[in-house]
């Protein structure tokens, strides 16, 4: 408490007693006169008395407005330094003791129509708060006795109408409202009742008092409104900004903060200190997943991948989403070994199929590792990474990739050619050549498979796996209709140059993202009729890591397929991760071996045990079974003993063009022939040259 010097302590004093005394003077004087018989005379005590009495009621109110004066300025202080909650409590004090009122409210609008209004009170029985979801009937006539008064106060009294529904709620005699304004809209109402003064009622000065204190009472909401507003504003800025800087829906960090980060970490590269690393990911095949069971499935996949990769990097590496289904790493200690672990254990942690909406799938990345160096620019160090990993996902052996200069010229080649593709297609450069499927007992050619080539101007006739990896799903699909369309097309004109009873097939491999187009069943019904084939002639070849990527799905287009009357044939079977137990439920016509299962077939002790468990399967099933890649007699006479009917490979004959084959079934000659179609090639070159649409 404040120390009252002795000058005020006089001072304060000086009235009351001036006052005192000269009212006992009076009233002294006018005993004497009594006691003495001069009554007349007491009239000349009235002047003096009516002075004293005057004087007194001033020194009062006076002395009150010095009170409210000191109470405002107190208001002032005590308001500014609290919380708004705490404010308006000490607000309501004050305003009783302003007004010696026993009772004070406040009603605070809300800022946003959904939200509560907030209705503060101090009186004889302490402070309340709530926040009722609606004003009650009372309330409301507070807010509408406020209203109506606008910016002067006003004197509730009454019983009747909304002044008695106020004060009858409140159990007051009588108030004072006043509209707690702010600088854009109304804020409030504020109510002072039961005044506990002389008088027993309110009068103007109170009213004048009122309107002062209403102000200050605006500016503390406004004040404390923009406090609240500014610490929203400030939680909304950090909210932006870890959204300018997360992927929403990995919440990993995006594309901005991973390359500031990687800036920063090669800024820091010093004689001493360890040089930062980036790995680059990029999941398989997940365009499939996403075209054929929807984004919702693709996003899922996308949360389940990120999370596998916090899993699988260190604390101290900084994995993010770069957009898409591109995935990066950071490392800043460790190098190259650190990073080669890391992709390890990245590529180990996708070994397992993802459960995505009741579906599972077998995803994996493809990833590559750049290390930085001195001079090496942020932009640099991810095209690196990024040329790495492209390397990668070119090769199907090989799942991580380090960058070198060679990968990076190899990377700029395979973009070349990803930009004249398209021109490919317009120039008819995409062409179909066609491999010899013949009876294994007879020689006679049963089949053709069509295998696409494109006739590139300047690098000569390149094989699918020179130019397909690059193509993208809207390039693979326009290849894959292009090879239907010539496909049919030749296989007519073989038709009709055997004549007779014999019928020589058609074999086209389906890609996944083929297999996932809603165009695919009509594409081929439209080939088949624009060429009349026979759609028994027909056999449609689909990978079985296709299949497995969208099991349902690719189920119901190979019985669209099979409602055509085209047969379906499982290519690579026992390569991918199918069960067994469901391959009967599957509308299957043909298995074709992998080369290299056959392979292995190189010699009279070979290992044929996986070659007959497929061909005992085979014949379980009611299916037909064709052995790829048979490059050697000693293959070919093994297969015929196991009881495969049907090969091809170089043993036979390489692709040929539609034209050679048109001569080949008119010449009647059986396979292999007498001098072959060129020398024998090394065990494997199949599988180099011929890389499927699939």
Known sequence: MDRISPVRWLSSLGAPMVVGMSTIAIVLGAVVMLRHGRAVELAFLFPPGLASVLVWRGYVKERRQREQLDLLLASLRETTTSQ???AIHQLLRIARRLHHAEYAELVILPSEPEEPFLICSSGLRGDTLHRPEKPSEADAAVLEIARRAGPTPTIVEGERGAPGLVLAERGLRDAIVGAVAGDERPLGALVVGDCMSDGATFDSDDLAVFATFVGHVSVVLENGRLGQSLEQLAEL???????AFHDSLTGLPNRVLFTESVARALDGVGPDTPVPSVLFLDLDDFK????????????????????RLRRAVRSSDMPARLGGDEFAVLLTEGGMGAARDAAERIADAFDTPFSVHDRTFAVRPSIGIAVGQRGVTAEQLLRNADVAMYAA????????????????????????????????????????????????????????????????????LM???????IADNRQMAAIGKRVVAEACRHASLWHEAVGGTRRVGIWVNLSAIELTSDHLVQDIRSALERTRLDPGLLTVEITESSVI?????????????????????????????????????FPLDVLKIPQPFVDRLVDADADVSLVDAILRLAGSLGLGAVAEGVEREVQADLL???????????LYAPALDGDFVL????????LPAPHGFRSAPPVGAQARDERRVA
């Open 640 to 650: 015929r003993e196991l009881g495969c009917g049907l090969g091809q490979g170089y």
């Open 463 to 469: 094989s699918p796996g020179d130019f397909l990896p």
């Open 393 to 460: 996902k070119a090769d199907e052996d090989v799942q991580v990739a380090l960058y070198e200069a060679e990968t990076h010229a190899a990377a700029r080649r395979r973009r070349e050619l990803a930009l004249e593709l398209d021109g490919a297609l317009g120039r008819f450069e995409i062409e179909v050549h066609f491999q010899p499927v013949v009876s294994l007992v007879s020689g006679v050619i049963e089949a053709f498979e069509a295998l696409v080539r494109w006739a590139h101007p300047v690098h000569g």
């Open 84 to 86: 708004l909650e705490m």
């Open 237 to 243: 800025k950090e909210q932006l900004r870890h959204q």
């Open 288 to 307: 499939v997943v996403n075209d054929t069971w929807g984004h919702a499935a693709g996003d899922e996949l996308l949360v389940h991948a990120a999370d």
């Open 663 to 670: 001569r080949l079934l008119r010449s009647g000659i059986t």
């Open 549 to 585: 990527k969208g099991e349902e799905f690719a189920i119901r287009k190979m019985r669209d397929l099979r409602e055509l009357g085209v047969r379906v044939a499982i290519d690579d079977f026992g390569t991918g991760y199918s069960s067994l137990s469901r391959l009967g439920e």
